[in-house]
């Protein structure tokens, strides 16, 4: 069973922030986007969370809250942020309770080895907190493109 599923209610997600923050979804007011991402300052990670950041002006202006998530420290998303000069969330589940409550946290292999990472996945989120919109297995090229689309007919 998955937790991201459209159509259900969004599991818990409270998490310190890069920032010495919290990012807490009960209360967040609007729409929310989660994106779960394996590994900050990865390629495919970094170029992910460099196109939400280049697109946030357009999330802000529908009063849509970008978030990403990985099992990161927050400190090390710190760094991140500053490197890459990213501008939207990100925040740290370094104990994994949100990847697996979200149903991310997953078998991979890679090069014939079989390791437990995140999956990476995003999540539309209507401000009753009801998934609208999810995208698994994510290919990365052009991907906040269309989650922003997805999210202006909200």
């Not at 999810?134 to 090229?141: D, E, G, H, P, Y």
Request: a negative charge.
């Amino acid at each position: 069973m998955t937790a991201m599923t459209e159509g259900a209610m969004a599991s818990a997600l409270d998490l310190p922030t890069d920032d010495g923050g919290h990012f807490n979804l009960a209360t967040a007011t609007g729409p929310v986007v989660v994106f779960f991402y394996p590994k900050a300052d990865t390629p495919g990670c970094t170029v992910e969370a460099i196109d939400f950041s280049s697109l946030k002006p357009e999330f802000d202006a529908l009063g849509v809250t970008v978030v990403g998530v990985s099992r990161d420290p927050a400190k090390k998303l710190a760094r991140f942020r500053a490197k890459h000069e990213l501008t939207v969330e990100l925040a740290s589940d370094e104990a994994g309770t949100v990847t697996e409550a979200w149903g991310v946290w997953v078998e991979k292999q890679l090069y014939g080895r079989t390791y437990m990472g995140i999956e990476r996945a995003t999540a539309l989120i209507d401000p009753s907190k009801r998934l609208t919109r999810v995208w698994r297995k994510v290919s990365v090229k052009g991907h906040a493109d269309e989650v922003l689309e997805a999210a202006s007919s909200l």
